[in-house]
């Protein structure tokens, strides 16, 4: 027997509950009421599409952009990121300020300072992407190009993604660094949390299933290849048995180290500078500099000292 459609006036009990301000526990009513923006998926996936094509002008986005009129685009452009990061920046610190107390006039004006503050940073985070990419081509014999190298892997994809992250991490900018590091999650599979600290001549290669934790510090010239784990051991908790926030508690690399494919690597351990941690290693102590980490047999690994 078909069961019968609930009542119009059932409906609209359900639809008045839902659009309650005072029933939805984690948005700020006043907010709302002053018209305070929403965070978009889409609106974060364009900020990082506009500034990627701003340091790399003809790669993301399928405008030809020739010589005459590229200051030109590049001026639309920088003004329509302005005002989706803006808006967007708005929305994170309204959302952000959970007891409603900062006036959204205020929040707007941080908000714009912030976007202006990320704006003046891109010249940096290109020379510093620059580095990304001629150290992924030059590591990878099967590359043909560095235009190839942007245009199609998926680690210096993510790189990009996440350097432009962490730079509005630097501004305290909230929610928008954490959106941006999950789109490029989803779209690369190489998950880096937007508050790690990652030095120049960053090499991801293949890059599938990397993950790299909130406190990770990695040096200049670090190669890692697909499935390594930067993560943590475990978290203090406080009296209420919830972990407590902002503890460093992945690895400290340094300089010209190589990881190689599904290594593990946790806790606030150092891995000096040269190291090489070879694949399908669980490491939870530091590893002095120059080091080898390899497998003896399937259940042990060696140590070899440096010369």
């Not at 309650?20 to 990082?48: F, K, Q, T, W, Y």
């Not at 993604?161 to 962490?166: D, E, G, L």
Request: proline residues 6%; hydrophobic residues 40%; charged residues 20%.
């Amino acid at each position: 027997m078909e069961q019968s459609s609930p009542s119009t006036h059932n409906l609209e009990k359900v639809i008045d509950r839902l659009c309650s301000l005072d029933d939805m526990r984690h948005v700020c009513p006043s907010r709302r009421h002053e018209g305070a923006p929403l965070l978009s998926n889409a609106s974060v996936r364009r900020i990082v599409e506009i500034a990627s094509g701003l340091m790399f002008p003809g790669f993301f986005n399928e405008q030809v952009e020739s010589a005459p009129v590229l200051r030109s685009i590049m001026t639309l452009a920088i003004h329509e990121l302005r005002g989706l990061l803006v808006h967007q920046i708005t929305a994170g610190l309204s959302f952000a300020d959970t007891d409603c107390s900062v006036p959204m006039d205020n929040i707007r004006a941080e908000a714009g300072r912030a976007a202006d503050a990320f704006i003046s940073t891109l010249p940096a985070l290109r020379r510093i992407l620059d580095t990304d990419i001629d150290a992924t081509y030059l590591g990878d014999p099967a590359a043909t190009s560095t235009h190839e190298v942007i245009t199609c892997y998926p680690g210096v994809r993510a790189t990009i993604s996440h350097r432009i992250a962490h730079e509005l991490v630097k501004l305290g900018v909230p929610v928008l660094p954490r959106m941006i590091s999950e789109q490029a999650h989803s779209s690369t599979g190489i998950d880096i949390h937007p508050g790690a600290r990652i030095g120049s001549g960053f090499v991801i290669d293949h890059g599938t299933g990397v993950v790299i934790g909130a406190t990770a510090i990695i040096g200049d010239n670090v190669k890692i290849y697909q499935g390594v784990t930067l993560g943590a051991r475990s978290f203090v908790t406080d009296d209420a048995n919830n972990p407590v926030k902002g503890i460093p508690r992945h690895p400290i690399i340094g300089d010209n180290v190589v990881i190689y494919s599904n290594s593990t690597i946790l806790g606030r351990v150092t891995i000096g500078d040269g190291a090489i941690i070879g694949g399908n290693l669980w490491v939870a102590r530091d590893v002095a500099p120059g080091e080898k980490l390899i497998q003896a047999r399937a259940d042990n690994f060696r140590s070899i000292e440096p010369s």
